[in-house]
């Protein structure tokens, strides 16, 4: 214990910043607590000003560099710094160590929630892969959803604030969605392969424009849906799995889309008109597998939000002995989390990849493939 007196809210100090943690964050230590700071990279000295305090842990900004790390760059957007926008905690990290970075993050949290072994990690490629077309990171973003306070004023939130910042323009958006305020006009048209969905503006679609195609060609490389099968495609959103499943397993095959949000059923329902082999199912995926009576499938995809999918849905798959489970997951320690419980069940990650979906973020997104 130390005599001094606690941190508080906006004191300074100088750390050396210690590894990457989930979240966007660097791990450092000062007054006997452990900091999670934003801006800085694994090995800086780094002054940190204090912006938030709890039992739990302590927040900080790096708000001065005082020994840099080779792999630090100018943030390309003004408005990406302690203070400013929260949309991009990356920015001044270049995109290839980002991608390095955000291996490290899903390494250690299969590690640590997932209880993966050093053996268990060596056997997959954790290679975290650009998506083609932004090499620079910036303009991927298909939408972006702009704040407004009550006097109009426009931007985007400052981290963990309501606050809004005044950017002008969004960098990580494309043409047509960076301006506040500007959006595309009428429904949004996506096409992947020779397939077209018209979306609700609210609609939930993959927000890196390269990531459907990268998803669907993972999914079907791994779960390898053959003609006759039976899959079920949960957490469906519009159905961008359910698609490419039906044309795999024909006519004569069958799969089971479930989606709790209504707008996005609908949207499947137009998209997936001419697959007769689709059963669109507006649920929550819980309430669905408790009330299933018919055998299980050949194989499922998995693509929950954030949360991950949780240990009832997983005991009820692995109960089934469904022999493939195809896991598109957005949060690295959910999948993890999950991993484990599917490995305690008798299965094995036989299979992952990695995407950088989320430049200038600490975001990715992976897909798993776990055999029984
Ligand atoms: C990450 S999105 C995936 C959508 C789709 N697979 C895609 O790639 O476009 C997750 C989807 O799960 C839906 N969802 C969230 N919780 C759910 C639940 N408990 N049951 C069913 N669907 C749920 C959301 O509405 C959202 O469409």
New binding site residues.
């Given amino acids: 214990m130390t005599d001094a007196a606690p941190l508080t809210i906006g004191d300074e100090r100088v750390v050396t910043i210690g590894p990457i943690a989930h979240g966007g964050h660097f791990i450092a230590h000062s007054d006997g607590r452990t900091l999670f700071v934003r801006h800085a990279i694994t090995g800086e000295t780094v002054r940190v000003r204090v912006t938030d305090v709890n039992r739990k842990m302590v927040r900080a900004d790096a708000i001065e560099v005082l020994e840099p790390d080779p792999d630090r760059v100018d943030a390309p957007c003004s408005w990406a710094h302690a203070d400013g926008c929260g949309g991009c905690d990356f920015q001044h990290i270049a995109v290839e160590a980002q991608r390095r970075m955000k291996q490290e993050v899903l390494t250690d949290a299969l590690r640590r929630f997932g209880r993966f072994s050093d053996d268990d990690l060596a056997a997959l490629d954790l290679t975290v892969r650009e998506l083609p077309g932004h090499p620079d990171g910036l303009h991927w973003r298909s939408r972006v959803t702009w704040a407004e306070d009550a006097d109009g004023n426009r931007g985007l939130r400052r981290h963990h604030s309501h606050h809004i910042v005044p950017v002008d323009r969004c960098l990580i958006a494309a043409d047509g969605v960076d301006v506040p305020g500007e959006t595309r006009p009428g429904k949004v048209v996506h096409t992947v392969r020779d397939r077209t969905w018209r979306m609700e503006r609210d609609g939930?679609?993959?927000v890196h424009e390269a990531l459907?195609e990268a998803?669907v060609g993972a999914v079907l490389e791994m779960g390898r849906p053959a003609p006759g099968q039976t899959w079920w495609?949960?957490?469906?959103?519009?159905g961008?799995?359910a698609a490419f499943l039906a044309e795999a397993v024909g006519a004569e095959g069958h799969v089971a889309a479930?989606?709790?949000?209504e707008s996005?059923v609908k949207s499947a329902r137009r998209a997936l008109h001419d697959l007769p082999q689709v059963a669109l199912h507006h649920?929550?995926?819980?309430a669905w597998l408790r009330d299933i009576d018919h055998d299980a499938p050949d194989g499922i995809v998995l693509?929950?939000?954030r949360s991950g999918v949780g240990a009832e849905v997983v005991a009820m798959i692995t109960a089934a002995e469904v022999p493939s489970v195809v896991y598109?997951a957005?949060d690295p320690v959910a999948l993890a989390r999950d991993a484990a419980d599917f490995r305690a069940a008798g299965y094995r990650l036989s299979a992952i990849r990695a995407f950088d979906a989320f430049p200038m973020t600490h975001h990715l997104e992976t897909v798993g493939h776990f055999v029984r």
């Fill in positions: 939930f679609w993959q459907p998803l495609d949960l957490y469906a959103g519009a961008l799995f479930v989606e709790s949000a996005a649920s929550d995926v819980t693509d929950p939000p598109v957005c």
